[in-house]
């Protein structure tokens, strides 16, 4: 089976803090509050945003359209306690002849450093393993994203090497580092 049918029926994850299901319109005003942070943005292919509207449109409302065919694997992470959207988690670049998927993630600064990142990426991790049946998962960072790296490095993955700028984002070509995890190791 194609993981983008399996995908059509996104599930709702859970742990012990956080909740993590599909995005929806009124999570608008949360999305934004990440998104519009420089230092969030700053090691994200995207730019910051620079209103609701930008968000709206160029993120909650393509993610929402995508669920309906399978496109879209992105899950809100919601705080339990608090109700609130403080981040996203997703997989993404997957590849159904390969059987793999890169998992990625972007978190509100205020949450930063309290281990909400590796909770959601566990839930994800295990969905993307047991459920999608992949066989590796992939995670990549700036080379200068020490707490990208430390993240994958909490959930159980390698660093595999260097790619030197691949990737030419706001301006500039940036090294990124790559991580994998394959399934024979979780």
């Known amino acids: 089976m194609k993981i983008e049918d399996m995908l059509k029926e996104i599930p709702v994850l859970e742990t012990d803090r956080l ?5 929806i319109l009124t999570d608008v005003d949360d999305i934004f509050e990440f998104s519009s942070d420089p230092e969030v943005a700053y090691h ?7 209103s609701k509207e930008e968000t ?3 993120f909650l ?11 879209s694997a992105e899950w809100a ?10 981040g996203t988690c997703s997989l993404i670049d997957w590849s159904n002849e390969h059987h793999k998927a890169e998992i990625a993630y972007v978190l509100n600064r205020q949450y930063w450093g309290s281990g909400f990142t590796t909770e959601a990426g566990n839930e994800v991790i295990k969905y993307g393993f047991n459920t999608l049946q992949l ?3 992939e995670g990549r960072c700036d080379i200068d994203n020490p707490g990208s790296e430390k993240v994958m490095l909490k959930l ?5 090497g260097l790619l030197r700028k691949n990737e030419f984002i706001k301006g500039t070509f940036r090294d990124t580092k790559i991580f994998s995890l394959l ?4």
Request: hydrophobic share 35%.
């Open 19 to 23: 909740l993590l299901r599909k995005i």
């Open 44 to 50: 994200m292919t995207w730019e910051t945003n620079g």
């Open 56 to 58: 709206l449109t160029n």
């Open 61 to 71: 409302k393509p993610v929402i359209k995508g669920y309906d065919s399978g496109l």
């Open 77 to 86: 992470v919601v705080h339990k306690e608090s109700g609130k959207v403080i």
């Open 135 to 137: 066989n590796r998962m």
């Open 156 to 160: 159980g993955m390698q660093y595999e």
């Open 183 to 186: 399934n024979d190791d979780f």
